[in-house]
């Protein structure tokens, strides 16, 4: 099957392309650059044309820090509430996802990697995020206190081999006994540790980048803070140029300017937006709050964190648009597949208008929204 989108401008996402076209064959990128002009007999005719009607075809958004959506949750355990996140964020362009389980007791952990495991087959899904459950209880945000526990790399091994598809991420506190050990472990097995619901001093957070902490999980939220005198983790981080950061740009986690002071510390390619979405996601109800007024995730969708970056900073969309797919891509190896319009990467497509709503998703060559 070969699909033909035509009468688009591109936005590979760092270079900006006009009067261009994308050839998709067998769900994957064939061509994607300037409307070519040959002789009509000199290559194979589509099967399809798709009429872009002079939208901007952008890489599928990589969010890898996504909970829930469409009032389901990846811990509901059911894989009915798996497929509804993932339709609630594929139809506002999220294409790839790592689902994110937070910290419960070890067999609702495991009913829910069952339920992804049920939903996996049908794309989407490129590993789990770890959230917890070693997490610092006194950072723990809206996690269940109670089921906060030491490391314990049998779990996490229990999980790896029910799962079908790889952990990628785990967030845990640098600072708590037997961390570098743990992380030390998860760097031999491939999986990115992340620092997240930490108290850690700077020295301690230091450790654990020693240990081989790469990332930090939802920058500033859940975590010790800057302090003139101490810079904490959130200083740690912002001054490792190894370590990439997740920003929830949607003006709650955190302030504009606070998210503007993030891409001026970091490399650009170290800067990865996320949702952090919970059950409100793709809906007009506000983020949860637990009874102590805690937030609970968010009901951000990923498109709507490009624009309000690109809102809030007037930055042309490639300028801001690689924090949402080459950089998340890239974070996880994924890039020759992910986060990129080029040749042989996922025809995984987004379709925006002049004001960045999504006007048509293709996921892996299957046009899943209607275009134009």
């Not at 497929?83 to 419960?104: P, Y």
């Not at 790889?166 to 050990?181: D, K």
């Not at 929830?248 to 170290?270: C, E, N, Q, R, W």
Request: aromatic share 4%; hydrophobic share 45%; glycine share 10%.
């Amino acid at each position: 099957m070969t699909i033909l989108i035509e009468n688009i401008s591109l936005c590979t996402p760092y270079e900006r392309i006009e009067k261009a076209e994308i050839r998709i064959e067998s769900g994957r990128i064939a061509f994607a650059g300037p409307r070519r002009t040959k002789a009509p007999g000199a290559r194979k005719p589509p099967n399809e044309r798709i009429d872009g009607r002079g939208a901007t075809a952008v890489p599928g958004l990589v969010d890898i820090h996504l909970h829930g959506g469409g009032g389901a949750d990846f811990m509901d355990g059911t894989a009915e509430a798996v497929r509804t996140v993932l339709l609630t964020h594929l139809r506002a362009g999220t294409t790839s996802v790592l689902a994110t389980l937070m910290t419960a007791p070890r067999e609702r952990i495991l009913a829910a990697v069952r339920a992804v495991n049920e939903a996996a087959a049908g794309g989407g899904i490129l590993g789990l995020h770890l959230e917890g459950p070693h997490i610092a209880a006194s950072m723990r945000g809206a996690q269940p206190a109670e089921s906060v526990r030491p490391f314990d790399l049998r779990e996490t091994s229990a999980i790896a081999r029910l799962s079908k598809v790889p952990i990628r991420i785990v967030t845990l506190a640098p600072e708590l006994p037997g961390a570098a050990a743990y992380i030390r472990a998860l760097v031999r097995r491939g999986v990115i540790p992340a620092a997240g619901h930490s108290a850690a001093t700077f020295e301690q957070a230091i450790r654990g980048f020693e240990a081989g902490i790469k990332h930090g999980t939802h920058l500033f939220n859940a975590m010790s803070g800057i302090h003139h005198r101490q810079p904490g983790l959130a200083g740690a981080l912002l001054l490792n140029e190894e370590a990439s950061v997740e920003v929830i740009a949607d003006g709650i986690h955190l302030h504009p300017a606070t998210v503007f002071l993030v891409l001026t510390a970091k490399p650009s390619d170290m800067v990865v937006l996320v949702t952090d979405a919970t059950r409100p996601a793709g809906s007009k109800k506000p983020a949860l709050r637990t009874a102590e007024g805690r937030l609970y995730g968010s009901a951000l969708t990923l498109i709507e964190a490009v624009r309000n970056v690109s809102q809030w900073s007037g930055w042309p969309l490639e300028a801001v648009l690689p924090l949402a797919t080459a950089n998340p891509a890239r974070l996880l190896g994924l890039d020759s597949r992910k986060g990129f319009l080029k040749k042989g990467a996922d025809a995984d497509i987004v379709l925006l208008d002049k004001r960045l709503e999504v006007k048509g998703v293709f996921a892996r060559g299957k046009l899943v929204g209607a275009a134009g």
